[in-house]
């Protein structure tokens, strides 16, 4: 059985959670997503003052960066507002902490991972007409401004530091596999991150020996990207970990219809079989 009976499972995603998985990518607002992740865990908690702050810090970026045309100009307004006058920077010290990417408490500590702080880089520019994308970096996650003449990347773990093409370059030797070498990094899609960020979550719980917490946070997944099929294929692992054969197949039959990926609908095939003949 998994780890963690003590605490129920949660129900499944309730109509706001799913409503997520329903919306363009291009219409999510990423820091209001993730406020919405969020609450599932917190319940009680109120969420206008998280939008007053977030407000509050797309007002005060508008006055800072009121002649930035510039992406360096950008970067270096958005640097001065998020990590200098709200204090918004990377929790080095307790890096592991799950706190760090769930956006309601990143914005009571003021600490976060990469990918939540990049979350609040991306909104706040958005949120006032500028151009500003999430970037997948093997063991990181940066932030780009401005997508024509000289973007600018930077790091908002690092209080918005700037990242030049020997720091990039740097950061991709150190994490990118030796036999798959990295030589180009993209802008990742709104729901990619989100999941980025449950992600973060459910990697740790497992770690912390907390299946249902996990599987909780994979259910979660599927609900907010339907045809992410890592998100089922974890999910039904963890069902069959409890026992729950009915609802691995399931889980394992729906990534039969979101992906073409021939090698994964293989091991899926061939697990379904294996739980036939068991049965």
Do not use: C
């Not at 010290?93 to 979350?119: E, F, K, M, Q």
């Amino acid at each position: 059985m998994l780890g963690g009976m003590n605490a129920p499972l949660l129900p499944l995603p309730d109509d706001d959670l799913t409503r997520l998985g329903l919306v363009e990518d291009g219409d999510l607002v990423l820091d209001e997503a993730a406020l919405a992740l969020a609450q599932l865990d917190h319940q009680a908690v109120d969420l206008t003052p998280y939008h007053d702050l977030l407000s509050e810090i797309a007002e005060q970026l508008e006055v800072t960066g009121m002649a930035a045309e510039r992406a360096a100009d950008q970067a270096s307004a958005l640097a001065a507002v998020l990590a200098d006058q709200f204090g918004f920077l990377g929790d080095d010290l307790t890096y592991d902490d799950p706190d760090n990417a769930d956006l309601i408490r990143v914005i009571d500590r003021r600490r976060g991972l990469p990918v939540s702080l990049a979350i609040l880089y991306v909104a706040a520019a958005r949120r006032i007409g500028w151009q500003a994308q999430v970037l997948d970096v093997p063991g990181h996650v940066l932030v780009l401004i401005g997508m024509d003449e000289a973007p600018v990347i930077v790091d908002p773990f690092a209080g918005g530091a700037r990242v030049g093409a020997e720091r990039l370059a740097a950061l991709l030797q150190t994490h990118a596999p030796t036999h798959e070498p990295v030589t180009q990094v993209a802008a990742m899609p709104n729901r990619a991150v989100l999941i980025r960020l449950l992600q973060n979550q459910a990697t740790r719980a497992e770690q912390a020996g907390h299946g249902r917490r996990a599987l909780t946070l994979f259910a979660r997944m599927t609900a907010v990207a339907p045809e992410y099929a890592h998100a089922w294929w974890q999910r039904a692992r963890l069902l069959l970990v409890d026992g729950d054969v009915a609802g691995a197949r399931s889980s394992l039959g729906t990534i039969l219809e979101v992906t073409r990926d021939p090698e994964l609908r293989a091991q899926v095939s061939d697990l379904l079989e294996k739980l036939a003949a068991s049965s």
